[in-house]
């Protein structure tokens, strides 16, 4: 009896780059407007109900401190849900974290003050905050990784930017969302007013999870996941710390990037209203200015990392948007409304949409498919850790106990800005090449020296085979 064939593959999912893009746009503006309604409110209000001093300024530090909380916590939560993200899928990581950073969100606008519970109520704050982290350090890795595999090769750039279009939405979302009640008589603001914005993030809860519930895992990974390889006898954080670590280094370097946007949107915002005596409504609206300006240069910058490459419109933005750091805080301290808003809109908006951008792919691009989301979510935590979690700090005591001096900012921002620029310059170049080809690249290199350190224990060829002599490829 002649034996039952054997029953067909099915085949792999196609690629679905508008569905990747816009399921990872709205998780990434769901992230960010969690984010900067936070530092928002942190910056004009939670430092007198949370953090009560009678020293404003140090009542300002302590809430700004826990603007880095979220931001020290996201490479733990890196190493949780990036190779999970690698093992179980992106989609699973997205819905995951969609609820996880969301409920955080809204527990925050439920937290008693520290009038009626006393310590405990910063003490809950933390924990939130911690919880948001956690969240998002997995949440953007695998929605990059998801877009950017699903994506047609020529348009890498332009894809997996949606995912940065989100945070500029979140972003200004969340300070539009502000304004109104920023507004509010003093009373009613610190008592209720505060609270809406948070509550609000249940409704993008709800839409994302109806965008996200049907999409389909990416073919790159679902072909990867189907093959044998001498990398299933490790894990994707093993892999990545033995074979991956330059380039995770590079990616948390270039990450700091991320310091513009912090000093920017949390520091500069504290500074004006409660240094230089700026009007709260009035410097709300900058962001909301400058992030509108992002959603239009965005793409446009992103088109051009398709064209160009990544590594020069990445470095561009770097320089420029901390350069013009100090015409900005110059602008705040002058008081000037109109230059303000220009510069504001010139550094943020343009500049620093630059790399905004173009490090999706720029970064992601340095992985291949089995650990993508590992070592993308590893190098980017690492680097928003430091810039979100110390920047504002910094910028604080920088800017001294009067908050009368803002060059020594300026001055420590374009520091950052021009030593990006520099570590991006040793990345490769990876625009004109297919998805397939760079894989291929990282992973002749990775399987080859896993099967010499397989060896190597004595535990021979992945496939029981006899032991053989491995070229390594060059990592060129």
């Not at 300002?60 to 931001?71: H, N, T």
């Not at 953007?140 to 500029?168: F, K, P, V």
């Not at 001096?405 to 300026?410: H, S």
């Amino acid at each position: 009896m002649s034996d039952s064939p054997a029953p067909a593959e099915a085949p792999l999912p196609q690629k679905s780059p508008r569905r990747a893009a816009l399921a990872s746009w709205i998780g990434s503006a769901l992230e960010y407007y969690d984010f900067a309604v936070y530092g928002t409110a942190a910056a004009i209000v939670l430092n007198r109900i949370f953090f009560p001093e009678d020293d404003a300024a140090a009542g300002i530090l302590k809430s700004m401190g826990v603007v880095g909380v979220a931001y020290v916590v996201r490479p733990f939560g890196a190493l949780i849900l990036g190779p999970l993200s690698d093992r179980f899928g992106r989609k699973f990581v997205l819905m995951l974290t969609l609820f996880l950073i969301g409920g955080a969100t809204f527990a925050i606008g439920c937290l008693p003050t520290y009038e009626q519970v006393g310590v405990l109520a910063p003490v809950l704050m933390v924990l939130c905050r911690v919880v948001q982290g956690i969240s998002a350090s997995g949440e953007q890795a695998s929605a990059i990784s998801m877009s950017l595999e699903h994506s047609h090769d020529r348009r890498r750039g332009l894809t997996t930017s949606w995912t940065l279009q989100g945070t500029q939405f979140g972003s200004l979302l969340a300070t539009a969302v502000f304004i109104p009640f920023a507004a509010l008589p003093e009373e009613q603001l610190l008592s209720w007013g505060w609270r809406v914005p948070f509550w609000l993030s249940a409704v993008v809860v709800v839409a994302a999870y109806v965008i996200r519930r049907k999409l389909q895992e990416p073919p790159a990974f679902e072909k990867q996941g189907r093959q044998e390889s001498v990398l299933d006898r490790s894990t994707p954080l093993g892999i990545s710390f033995r074979y991956h670590k330059a380039a995770i280094l590079r990616v948390a370097a270039c990450a700091l990037v991320n310091t513009v946007n912090v000093a920017f949107t949390v520091w500069a915002i504290s500074y004006a209203t409660n240094g230089v005596g700026i009007e709260r409504s009035t410097m709300l609206w900058v962001p909301v200015v400058s992030n509108t300006v992002g959603l239009l240069v965005i793409p446009l910058a992103a088109v051009l990392s398709d064209r160009v490459g990544r590594k020069p419109v990445f470095m561009a933005g770097a320089v420029l948007s901390g350069a013009t750091m100090f015409p900005f805080l110059w602008a705040v301290t002058e008081q000037n409304t109109l230059l303000l808003f220009v510069f504001g809109a010139l550094m943020h908006g343009g500049f620093y949409s630059l790399a905004n951008a173009t490090w999706p792919s720029f970064y992601a691009e340095m992985f291949p498919t089995p650990v993508r989301s590992t070592g993308l979510a590893l190098g980017t935590q690492v680097g928003f850790a430091i810039s979100g979690g110390f920047v504002p700090v910094v910028a604080a005591a920088l800017n001294g106990p009067e908050m009368g001096n803002w060059v020594a900012p300026a001055i420590f921002v374009l520091l950052i800005g021009l030593g990006v620029a520099a570590v991006a310059s040793t990345a490769k170049e990876t625009a004109p090449r297919s998805l397939e080809s760079i894989d291929d690249l990282h992973m002749s290199r990775t399987e080859a020296l896993e099967v010499i350190r397989l060896e190597g224990r004595g535990e021979g060829r992945a496939d029981g085979g006899a032991t053989t002599t491995v070229r390594v490829p060059e990592d060129r």
